[in-house]
């Protein structure tokens, strides 16, 4: 059964960069919403979607302008922008947002969760959005979650082991957990710009990659990379942010239906998400992709040093008992 998000009522008053406000419901307002997406991506779809509603229940007072494709930039430079009050709104993955906010990391500890129940139990329940909250401090609020899956590990030759990884130079987005995964299986980690990954795989730059099945099929990295391997390491959130000062700056009503729109926006992101992934999965099997299934235990031990270094800081250790609390509620 699927759970239903339930977005904590934000309490958190915010400053718009807007003209003032006054007595009027709802006051006119466009916001730009950049991401790094492009336009057949269901999170796209979800904030087209939520952006439609926006408009609709403010009575066409309340736009948002969405810029996709990376237009602006990457997760970091558009995150760096909303910061700077240059950009309303973002889209950023939980390994995006490690830097701003070290809590996030915890999402790139593998084998975390013991399956994708308790991932939706911890990521729509008290423990997702207190969270979220991490970012109030840092110049953006997170006001939807987003789930992507898992992440797996796909290669221009099989992968059935850890063994199997030695010596093999595999792109990842960089960050301190996501380069010790791939030291600790014997790889090398690649922090290589997604969009130019299809053409390592092609010249032989980098040996592989790790995303979930929709990106693997929809970036065409399936024809150059024809073995997926379903170790399923990660399950990283992707999370709709806004600028504090644009959040803190609107009146109670507009902050209740971006609310309303966002909370809407991750059950339909969810809908689409499970159709997309069986999609991707016959497509790219079409076009000759041979998806291996593995015993995860291997990956695990390797891995398991990783639980020993996050449990050294104390505000990581906290987040993996809450965490792990709700595993069998």
Known sequence: MKLKPLLASLCISVPLMMTSMSTVAVEKITLKLAHNLDQEHVVHKALDQMAKEIQEES????????????QMGGPRETIEMMQNGALDMTKGSASEMEPFASAFSVFSLPYLFKDDAHFKRVLYGPVGQELMKQTDSKGFVAIAAYVAG?????????????????????????TPTTNKIIELLGASPAPIPFGEVYTALQQGVIDGAENNEPSYFQTRHVEVAKFYTEDQHTSVPDYLVIASKVWNGM???QRAIITKAARNSEVYQQKLWDEEVTNSRNKAQELGA?????????FREALSPLYDDFRKDANVAEWMTKIEGEANK
């Open 59 to 70: 009575g066409g007072k309340m736009r948002v302008r969405i810029y996709p494709n990376g």
């Open 150 to 174: 898992t992440r797996s590990f796909y290669a221009k030759k099989p992968i059935n082991s850890p063994a199997d990884m030695k010596g093999m130079k595999i792109r990842v987005v960089s």
């Open 251 to 253: 009146s109670d009503e």
């Open 290 to 298: 041979t998806f291996i299934t593995v015993d995860k235990t291997p």
